[in-house]
């Protein structure tokens, strides 16, 4: 299989790792991890096999994974700057259009590059998209008093700021352990994306995550903007995945898309539920 790696320059003083795979000539399709700050790696561990026949360039976006680090500048992690490198590596590419398939934080990426560009766009498929972020805020200090023993559902008003919700659901619980309990189903799928993980040897720095959070990401709520997508879009959910569902479901209505809601399967479908998702995924990239 043809494979080109390489460090593409998107900005002034930016560079961020490409892998560009699959025949030149077949349909495109951009991969977006989530994060920020994540890494490409397991979303092609887990997709690859799903995506043959495509030319699948996977990017590690900016200041993370495998991409340089930058300096701790917040001007440089904003959605603005990660949309205009896109815009930078099609063209680097010279590629007339493509398709954005998105996980998490990637599908805020997606949705605003659509946005911008509806003529560049050939579909959207956004799996378990993030778009709502004091929603999340919301979610992850529930499940941060779900670790300490108390009745996460207990009706207590919430501060409306999704950042301040972040402060106080990280004072006393560990933040992986808080997204643990929202992403996974199970141990078992669990252990299976920290085998994955620790397998890809990219330890990112965790600038972008420091710097978005500074930016005010966690009190940004992109749901209106959803309106002014036109691009054709599919929404992949796990039903257990509680950092998506079911506020992504708002992301499908809202763009008159197709949603397909997975059953029994979390933030990382292809692991808990493969047959439902490559099915899901399929039917997605088929229209």
């Known amino acids: 299989m043809r494979e080109e790696i390489d460090l593409i320059a998107v900005d002034d003083g930016v560079e961020v790792y490409v892998e560009d795979t699959g025949p030149l000539e077949a349909p495109a399709i951009v991969v ?18 799903y995506l043959e026949g495509f030319r699948v360039i996977y990017l590690d976006q900016r200041g993370g994974g495998r991409s340089p680090a930058l300096p701790e500048i917040p001007g440089l992690f904003t959605i603005d700057a990660l949309v205009s490198d896109l815009f930078h590596l099609r063209d680097h590419l010279g590629l007339s259009s493509w398709t954005l398939l998105a996980h998490g ?5 997606a949705l605003d590059y659509a946005r911008r560009s509806p003529d560049t766009t050939e579909r959207l498929v956004l799996i378990n998209p993030w778009t709502n972020f004091p929603w999340l805020a919301r ?7 779900a670790l300490r023993g108390m009745d996460e559902n207990t009706d207590i008003p ?3 700021d999704g950042t301040r919700l972040l402060q106080e659901a990280f004072a006393s619980v560990d933040p992986k352990a808080a997204f643990d309990q929202l992403l996974f189903p199970s141990s078992h799928s669990r252990m299976e994306y920290e085998w994955l993980a620790e397998g890809s040897t990219v330890v990112g720095a965790d600038t972008p995550g420091r710097m978005f959070v500074l ?6 709520d992109y749901t209106p903007y959803v309106l002014e997508v036109r691009s054709a879009t599919s929404v992949l959910v796990g039903t ?3 950092s998506s569902y079911p506020e992504a479901q708002t992301v499908a209505d809202l763009v008159g898309g197709r949603l397909e809601l997975l059953e029994g399967a979390g933030h990382y479908p292809w692991i808990d539920q493969p047959y439902a998702f490559e099915e899901a995924l399929q039917s997605a990239l088929s229209g």
């Open 215 to 220: 930016n005010g990401l966690w009190r940004l």
């Open 158 to 160: 919430l501060p409306e």
């Open 32 to 49: 977006l991890h989530g994060g920020p700050g994540s890494s490409s790696y397991i979303l092609r561990e887990g997709l690859e096999e």
């Open 105 to 109: 934080f990637g599908g805020v990426l």
């Open 240 to 242: 257990l995945d509680a």
């Open 139 to 145: 979610q992850l200090y529930r499940a941060s008093l």
